[in-house]
């Protein structure tokens, strides 16, 4: 008969440290690439830096474009894309106006999304307000500190045409900010093992991804990737906490609910 282990609290640092340690060495032992591991984000970035507002925003644009595409058919027509777009130029972009879209909507040079072509521009206008407000975007985005990233995360949205969560998460990570992604994965995983809810208020995920980080010192980032690989199985030979989970391979079953609510193991 199984005794499950007392359920594990995000004020339990310890046993936090020990169920990501556990989540850890299973991707690293399912790994089909080797050495195994997360890479880093950076790679993944369009811009050479992120050290001023143009090239911020070239960031951010890329995402907007890529997400929901493919982002190898993105970065292959992003140097046209940097072009029609005077590099980026914020206050060149700022001041078009609508009709000098026109010929960038039937430019087959790019992704030909009209929406997104449009929000370039007020996207533009966007930016160069923060700068006149904040100084600088660059400043803008640093006001919040790495414990309010949620926050920004959330600001972006709001503020930018046609940026949504997924491209908010890419532009965060790439762009060197110490964020995460929140994945349906993470999320059904974090539920089972009673450390998030079936109906989870806007900054609980947050909570715990702190939590997690502060018990272990890896980064949001690593936790987040990792807790997805190990709940979808990218890039591993097989997922474990699945939506069909296999939970006779799974090593954190001790402190599972859904494992221990189960009549069929």
């Known amino acids: ?55 911020l925003f070239e960031e951010l644009c890329f995402h907007m474009f890529a997400a929901g595409f493919s982002r190898e058919v993105v970065r292959q027509k992003w140097p046209a894309t940097r072009e029609a777009f005077a590099g980026f130029d914020i206050p060149t972009l700022a001041g078009w106006p609508p009709a000098r879209l026109q010929p960038l909507f039937e430019d087959r040079r790019l992704i030909r999304n009209r ?21 600088s975007f660059a400043a803008w985005l640093h006001g919040y500190p790495a ?42 995983l974090l539920r089972r093992l009673g450390l998030l809810s079936a109906r989870p208020r806007p900054d609980d995920f947050d909570t715990v991804m702190q939590a997690l980080h502060a018990a272990t010192g890896v980064s949001r ?19 474990i906490c699945q939506e069909a989970p296999r939970c006779p391979k799974c090593p954190l079953w001790d402190h599972c609910d859904h494992f221990n609510q189960s009549d069929t193991l």
Not at 149 to 171: D, K, Y
Request: contains cysteine.
């Open 1 to 55: 008969m199984f005794h499950p282990s007392p359920p594990v609290t995000l004020t339990d640092p310890k046993a936090l440290a020990d169920l990501y340690r556990r989540i850890a060495r299973t991707c690293a032992a399912l790994d089909v690439e080797q050495p195994a591991g997360v890479p880093d984000p950076a790679t993944w970035a369009i811009a050479p830096r992120h050290d001023d507002d143009r090239l």
């Open 147 to 188: 414990d309010q990233l949620h926050r920004l995360h959330r600001e972006l949205a709001r503020r930018f045409a046609s940026v949504g969560p997924s491209a908010g998460e890419w532009f965060l990570l790439t762009s060197g900010f110490p964020y995460y992604f929140r994945t349906d994965h993470a999320q059904r």
């Open 221 to 239: 980032w690593a936790i987040s990737a990792q807790m997805f690989r190990f709940a979808s199985g990218f890039r591993l030979r097989e997922g």
């Open 115 to 135: 929406r997104k072509i449009e929000a370039v521009v007020h996207n533009a206008g966007v930016v160069q307000a923060l700068a006149i407000e904040h100084g």
